[in-house]
């Protein structure tokens, strides 16, 4: 069973403020995302990268940052936080060898910017 | 511009009654089209997918989906519902098999009573 873990689960910023979501996955997975969900929108690509080192920019880039360090390890940066920007996270994965389309989610990272 | 849609927001059936969540989807041609459920708590999970041929696919836990061109949708059935049910399921589309950029709609909050 795929595994995609999240942290933290929960973060609570000021406005201006730095955030570094985690997102790691013991898959082998070559392709991993990460996806924003609010009320009224579903989910919403941010950023996604087919490998170490490799970053694509999703359909809501602004404001956010990436980067894939490992093949395991994807981090999500909101260097500049602003409230427009709570939300759920949730980081996913997918095979490159098998169906890319069929998504390995986390658990989510609910973060409020006050 | 490329959409999906899940016209119902809350829906809320009795335990054991027959269930439909709708999906409409707005592509240029025919694209590749999922139903993902999310638990509580969870990160969301694969149902059911629908690539080509048989327009009526079977998923996981007794569901079905059926595709029609003719109406641009691809609706998510259970015969009987079981508490346990009680989820947010979501539509989603992608134009590509190799990258994993999912479109997702907004989402069916599902409620069985007991």
């Known amino acids: 069973e795929a595994a995609v873990t999240q942290s933290p689960r929960n973060k609570v910023t000021v406005t201006g403020g730095n955030v570094t979501l985690s997102c790691r996955q013991t898959?082998?997975?070559?392709?991993m995302y990460w996806y924003r969900q609010d009320t009224g929108h579903g989910l919403r690509l941010i950023h996604y990268?087919?490998?170490?080192?490799?970053?694509q920019i999703g359909d809501v880039p602004d404001g956010y940052k990436a980067t894939r360090t490992t093949q395991e390890d994807f981090f999500l940066l909101l260097e500049l936080a602003s409230p427009s920007q709570t939300s759920l996270y949730f980081c996913?994965?997918?095979?490159?060898?098998?169906?890319?389309?069929?998504?390995?989610f986390g658990a989510g990272t609910r973060l409020s910017v006050l | 511009a490329q959409s999906v849609t899940q016209p119902d927001a809350r829906v809320t059936v009795s335990e054991g009654a027959s269930l439909q969540l709708r999906c409409k989807y707005s592509?240029?041609?025919?694209?590749?089209l999922f139903w993902y459920v999310q638990y509580q708590r969870q990160g969301l999970q694969l149902l059911l997918k629908?690539?080509?041929?048989?327009?009526v696919v079977q998923g996981v836990n007794g569901f079905e989906a059926e595709f029609s061109k003719s109406d641009s949708s691809f609706h998510l059935r259970k015969a009987s519902v079981h508490w346990s049910d009680s989820a947010v399921y979501f539509c989603?589309?992608?134009?590509?098999?190799?990258?994993?950029?999912?479109?997702f709609g907004d989402g069916t909050v599902l409620t069985v009573k007991p």
């Open positions: 990268s087919y490998g170490a080192g490799n970053l």
């Open positions: 898959n082998s997975h070559n392709y």
């Open positions: 996913a994965s997918s095979d490159a060898y098998g169906d890319q389309n069929t998504l390995y």
């Open positions: 592509y240029s041609g025919t694209p590749y």
């Open positions: 989603a589309a992608s134009m590509y098999t190799n990258t994993g950029k999912l479109t």
């Open positions: 629908y690539y080509s041929g048989d327009p």
